[in-house]
């Protein structure tokens, strides 16, 4: 009896008698208050299509609400000063939510119209003798791909050896200030240039008219190599001096202790550098129409013939609608989400690569 009394008088576990908020609460107002503001505006585009729903003013209208509410409840249970705290938090969380508006609009958009085509006929087939309906962007992802591949075999070499001598052997010297100044340069030459350089060094050796996937990837490799230098640049230069001298220290060559030292210890930031070139250059328009032109077959030779890339496919079909204007937007719309996809994939890889790869610290 006396055991079941002590068991019935003793005290649960109350957050709210602590003064503080349970843990999860602020996440769980944030998501309540995004699924209120969506509510609303459903309500609001009720038999609209779905394209028209406004996912900017849910999200940002969420975040102001959840920053009302989060003041409210923590005032009433944790008291006005860790309310204030708890609201500038909010504030500032709004603020980046608010940078983040056009990206999730964009996602958004691309999605709700790249839908509709993201079926197995969309990445089967390509558009050779296709006026209307149907077709697809296998020719389009396979040019891209080839491309993109290419461009990176050409870039990273180059790049990851011009960032080493910079880093190892340069010193300051005049020579590595001359090319850290035209790396400079080259970082913001418009892409229309890189690709008139692709088409005209072309032109000088085979003549006008020359049209192939690897002129293409020149091009984007003009693009690609400055980005890969200064990434891998900074990367480098993180790297502990003391690692290096340890190494000297054993009488470890200097080209060993830079493979065997320094890029392993780097390798996590290198490969993100490099998939921030990839991404960089895999949705240039211009200097691919200039340089792998485009076409409506399937095309596997890099080095001839003209190629089409998923940039040019979506530019075409939007500005060649053709026989069936709806089909073909339809097509850029599901290139358009082809394309995210690529790079979302890419940016998930580099991520696997920097996290298998990467040192190990802990014993």
Avoid: C
Avoid at 148 to 170: D, F, K, N, Q, R
Avoid at 300 to 309: C, L, R, Y
Wanted: hydrophobic residues 55%; glycine residues 8%; positive net charge.
């Amino acid at each position: 009896m006396t055991t079941a009394t002590a068991t019935e008088s003793r005290p649960t576990a109350n957050h709210f008698a602590n003064g503080r908020l349970p843990k999860g609460t602020s996440w769980l107002l944030l998501l309540g208050s995004w699924l209120v503001m969506g509510l609303v505006f459903f309500l609001v585009n009720l038999g609209q299509p779905i394209a028209n729903f406004n996912i900017v003013a849910t999200v940002f209208l969420g975040a102001v609400l959840y920053a009302v509410l989060i003041f409210v409840v923590a005032s009433i249970v944790e008291g006005r000063r860790n309310a204030t705290d708890r609201f500038v938090t909010a504030v500032v969380s709004a603020a980046f939510i608010v940078a983040l508006l056009p990206l999730v609009s964009l996602l958004f958009t691309v999605l709700v119209n790249g839908l509709a085509r993201f079926d197995i006929a969309f990445f089967s087939e390509s558009m050779r003798n296709v006026v209307g309906a149907g077709g697809g962007a296998a020719h389009a992802i396979v040019g891209t791909l080839l491309i993109t591949l290419t461009a990176t075999i050409i870039s990273v070499p180059i790049g990851l050896m011009t960032s080493i001598y910079l880093v190892e052997y340069g010193n300051g010297g005049k020579l590595a200030r001359a090319i850290t100044f035209f790396v400079d340069v080259m970082t913001g030459i418009p892409s229309i240039v890189a690709g008139l350089f692709a088409y005209a060094v072309f032109v000088i050796f085979f003549g006008a008219g020359y049209s192939s996937g690897f002129e293409g990837a020149i091009a984007l490799s003009v693009l690609m190599i400055p980005v890969v230098v200064r990434s891998s640049e900074e990367m480098l230069r993180l790297v502990p001096n003391e690692l290096r001298e340890a190494s000297y220290a054993l009488g470890v060559p200097k080209w060993l202790t830079i493979a065997k030292v320094v890029l392993p210890t780097s390798i996590a930031g290198i490969t993100t550098g490099i998939m921030l070139a990839i991404a960089r250059v895999i949705g240039e328009t211009a200097p691919l129409l200039l340089t792998a032109g485009f076409t409506q077959s399937m095309n596997w030779n890099i080095w001839d013939g003209n190629m089409m890339t998923l940039p040019v496919f979506v530019y075409n079909q939007y500005a060649n609608q053709g026989t069936s204007p709806d089909s073909a937007i339809a097509r850029a719309w599901a290139g358009a989400l082809t394309l995210i996809l690529i790079v979302m994939v890419l940016n998930l890889a580099a991520r696997l690569v920097a996290k298998f790869f990467a040192p190990k610290t802990g014993r």
